[in-house]
């Protein structure tokens, strides 16, 4: 039975004023916000007890905010040991919070943690550990990114705070889906020993009573750090990837088109006018020239800097849940290349072009595929976060990022024009 009895988190700090001195604006007590709010309930799913006060069996946890606010990671304060390995869970690619992380680290290893001014306090920890049969006995928590696809993330370790497994839990029928799919991947890829890679291995999979939980292994080190920039490392994986699944998940540009084309009209009325005949110019300026986009083989889907980081001279690269055939060639380069250019602030139009002249002087595409590629990474991003979106008979579909994403799209056809 799922018990969510989170009453007592509905302020679990003083809620401070939402004006400074200065006249600018707080964010609100954690306690208040919804995805918090969700993890707590997917955490009381599995047998935690979350509260703001001690109780039986419960241990301290600080509890910190990310960069912009919209998730927040739980972090056990003691022993010290975890405390410490605990913070292999936040995973900067900014210079600054990589700084204040590695402030933290040393706060944690002096013992400072419990200076930490939020806190919770939670039980059962050591039960969910074990569910893993990883040789873990405590863990960390990561709120997951506000969104229709949230979901918990937990970093399960030893007393020594070495990282044994993580698992994500979820509520949501929808997300539940994309567990299974990661859970298949990972076993499929498993079988195929790919040498350029380390890839986690699935520990238990199962959806149960409304929850659904994918446990995998973890080779990850308090000491791993994400690559942010792209390296040979990366191009070595994607490589192999390509090879040794392009009998069973290559498809012709032709078949991409029919499907994205199908998808589209899915979404019927409830896209905007200004999307629909984008995409619609999109698909069509993709049509002339099918076979520049054609894909190689299987892509992981999301393949950004913090989804892989290197260990050793391996790299090691996880969640898999959007992995599948539906993707344009070189979809995950272009998505790690376009994670890396969001951190320098450009203008979409200027980084549109940047990555068009990264494509073609550094990795060798053609003028016409690295255009025609990158349009279509961005119709497909913007076909999955459409349909990720909640229907509403009283409005447009509509997703954050929208703006950015048309702007970019908008140089992107642009330059297909001149072309």
């Not at 995973?91 to 400072?112: E, F, I």
């Not at 290197?310 to 849940?321: A, P």
Request: charged share 20%.
């Amino acid at each position: 039975m799922i018990r969510a009895e989170i009453s007592d988190l509905a302020e679990p700090v003083p809620r401070p004023s939402n004006r400074d001195g200065s006249g600018s604006r707080r964010r609100p007590g954690f306690g208040a916000d919804t995805s918090f709010r969700a993890a707590v309930r997917e955490m009381e799913a599995v047998g935690l007890r979350v509260r703001t006060q001690p109780h039986a069996g419960s241990a301290p946890y600080g509890v910190l905010s990310g960069r912009t606010g919209s998730r927040f990671f739980l972090l056990p304060l003691r022993p010290r040991a975890v405390s410490t390995g605990a913070l292999a869970l936040v995973q900067p690619v900014r210079w600054v919070p990589r700084a204040v992380k590695g402030v933290a680290s040393v706060g944690a290893r002096l013992g400072l943690g419990p200076l930490l001014p939020h806190k919770v306090h939670v039980s059962g920890v050591g039960d969910l550990a074990r569910m893993a049969d990883a040789g873990a006995r405590h863990g960390a928590f990561l709120t997951g990114t506000p969104g229709p696809h949230r979901k918990l993330s937990v970093q399960l370790m030893d007393d020594a705070g070495h990282i044994r497994a993580y698992a994500k839990v979820s509520l949501v029928p929808a997300v539940q889906v994309l567990l299974q799919r990661e859970a298949q991947v990972l076993r499929l890829l498993a079988a195929m020993d790919l040498r350029s890679a380390w890839l986690p291995c699935v520990l238990r999979s199962e959806v149960r009573g409304g929850t659904a939980i994918l446990a995998t292994d973890a080779v990850r080190t308090p000491a791993a750090r994400c690559l942010t920039d792209l390296d040979a490392l990366h191009l070595d994986f994607l490589q192999e990837l390509a090879a040794r699944t392009a009998s069973s998940w290559a498809r012709s540009g032709a078949s991409l088109l029919d499907e994205w084309s199908a998808r589209l009209a899915q979404l019927g009325d409830a896209l905007a006018p200004p999307w629909r005949q984008r995409l619609d110019r999109a698909m069509a300026v993709l049509a002339a020239e099918p076979s520049l986009i054609a894909s190689r083989g299987l892509a992981h889907g999301d393949f950004t800097p913090v989804n892989c980081f290197r260990q050793d001279s391996r790299l090691c690269v996880f969640d898999w849940e959007y992995a599948g055939a539906a993707y344009p060639a070189d979809h995950d380069l272009i998505c790690l290349l376009d994670a890396v250019a969001r951190l320098g602030g450009d203008a979409p139009a200027a980084r549109a072009q940047g990555l068009e002249q990264r494509l073609m002087g550094e990795l060798g595409r053609s003028r016409n595929e690295a255009n025609r590629r990158l349009i279509a990474f961005h119709c497909v991003h913007a076909l999955r976060s459409l349909e990720r979106q909640p229907s509403q008979a009283d409005a447009g579909l509509d997703w954050y990022g929208a703006d950015e994403a048309a702007r970019t799209l908008d140089a992107l056809l642009a330059r297909a024009s001149a072309s």
